[in-house]
């Protein structure tokens, strides 16, 4: 038989609107993991009721969504379900990245985003693929730009295939900047989370942050550079055999990608589907599969991407 207790949590130096939502609506889903539990809030204390073991478990819940909270300045649907669902809860424990900026902290959400940290620093090179929303590419310039601030490399080259636009992004309106700007914008957009706007721009000025197409990767040694190759799910055979042996000596590249979202032409391949299929062997290359599980966007982005798998 189970020991029945009553535990009093109370709430100092947080906005209780922020954490438990308008209505309580967050606090419903937080709730919606303990149906077993009887969870009333009044004012700044919280009382639980209910297993002995259900308690605890939903006060160090609990304590993870206040220390979430405290980190960011705001709480999401998606952390609390990261949270709840999460048993060992081990994504507090993991490393800040870097702080960007207007104070913002850059830190893995989930164990695959800790992972993709930890194999960044033991590969020269990695193959990150994953479903939309999962922060392959937003983790990856993070760590570019770490490593650009602690003068591990000299320079960012952030690059993606320009498929949708065709290679040569000639029907465009304006000139090359233009056309690329676009399509470029989930790149800068990422920058723009880590860096001064001044910063930023004074980067991108003096190249030491280059965001352009794989194709003007062609004919180059990438060296002393940390370089991302973004959406690689849409290069051809060909054009990631050019990228991968474009790698400098001192170089650290990660190749991202989702191969649900292939956009190439059906008589040609994936090149990164290519890559991974023939370079899996190698030691000194890493892999990792992000799963759906590892979406940060709102919820219901979990549940579209299962809806399509399942089709």
Do not use: C, W
Not at 61 to 68: D, G, M, Q, S, T
Not at 240 to 268: E, V, Y
Not at 284 to 297: Q, S
């Amino acid at each position: 038989m189970s020991v029945l207790l009553e535990r009093k949590i109370i709430f100092k130096n947080i906005d209780l609107l922020d954490v438990f939502g308008t209505k309580e609506k967050k606090l419903k889903v937080m709730k919606s993991y303990y149906p077993n539990l009887n969870i009333t809030l009044r004012g700044e204390v919280m009382l639980v009721f209910g297993s002995k073991k259900l308690v605890n478990e939903f006060e160090e819940k609990i304590n993870y969504i206040v220390k979430r909270y405290k980190i960011n300045n705001s709480l999401e649907e998606s952390d609390i379900h990261y949270i709840f669902s999460d048993i060992e809860n081990n994504f507090f424990h993991q490393d800040v990245i870097l702080h960007g900026y207007s104070g913002l902290v850059i830190k893995p959400r989930t164990k695959n985003q800790k992972k993709m940290i930890e194999m960044s620093s033991e590969y020269d090179m990695i193959f990150v693929s994953g479903p939309a929303g999962t922060g392959k590419t937003y983790t990856s310039v993070a760590l570019a730009v770490k490593a650009l601030k602690e003068r591990e490399v000299k320079k960012i080259i952030l690059t993606r295939p320009a498929v949708e636009s065709g290679e040569n992004l000639g029907f465009l309106p304006g000139d090359l900047k233009e056309k690329l700007d676009p399509y470029m914008s989930p790149l800068y957009d990422s920058l723009s989370d880590m860096l001064p706007p001044a910063k930023l721009k004074k980067l991108l000025n003096d190249n030491k942050i280059e965001i352009a197409p794989l194709a003007f990767m062609r004919g180059r040694t990438l060296d002393s550079a940390f370089v991302i190759l973004d959406e690689a799910q849409n290069a051809t055979i060909s054009q990631m055999k050019m990228f991968l042996t474009r790698m400098g000596s001192s170089a650290k590249f990660i190749i991202t990608g989702d191969m649900t979202q292939i956009d190439l032409p059906k008589n040609q391949k994936s090149g990164l589907l290519h890559a991974i299929k023939i370079l899996k062997k190698e030691k000194k290359i890493g892999f990792l599969n992000l799963k759906d599980t590892d979406v940060i966007r709102h919820k219901l982005v979990q549940s579209i991407i299962k809806a399509y798998n399942n089709e």
